[in-house]
């Protein structure tokens, strides 16, 4: 498994601590950014993840800024993206099974390291239901 991971600023402290995470387990990590604290615009790194997932160079993505919103919805402007906001286990489960989100976003700011290892690790352990659902996403890559 190969993830393309990437944040602003706001977040950096975060992927950095996931990427490493991931690291240890032995996953592939594609690191887009940003690689410091330094203030940089997210709708730039949002689209080097969401370019990775489009060309296949990676299975999933992680993106992270403040609260999340901002990388959310820069990526979720590409087709065929499927960009998920997800503050709990929970919330990744049902991103990956029902919606077959294809990026993981974090709040960098809104999160500790410890919860975003949970979620990390049930939105990658997740498979898509299918089904009923693979309706809904055709119906919203239609738009």
């Not at 730039?44 to 919805?73: H, P, R, W």
């Not at 997800?86 to 809104?110: E, K, Q, T, W, Y």
Request: charged share 25%; glycine share 8%; hydrophobic share 40%.
């Amino acid at each position: 498994m190969k993830i393309a991971i990437a944040s602003d600023h706001a977040a950096f402290e975060l992927k950095e601590k996931v990427k490493n995470y991931l690291l240890g387990k032995g996953i592939e990590v594609e690191d887009h950014g940003t690689y410091s604290e330094e203030s940089v615009d997210y709708p730039d790194y949002a689209k080097k993840v969401v370019q990775s997932i489009l060309s296949n160079e990676a299975d999933f993505g992680i993106l992270l800024c403040g609260t999340g919103l901002g990388m959310s919805i820069a990526a979720n402007r590409y087709r065929g993206i499927r960009a998920a906001l997800c503050l709990f286990p929970d919330m990744a489960r049902l991103a990956r099974s029902h919606n077959n989100a294809n990026i993981l976003v974090l709040p960098g700011r809104l999160i500790g390291a410890e919860l975003a290892f949970w979620i990390v690790d049930t939105f990658l352990s997740t498979p898509f239901d299918g089904g009923r659902h693979e309706r809904r996403i055709r119906k919203i890559d239609e738009v």
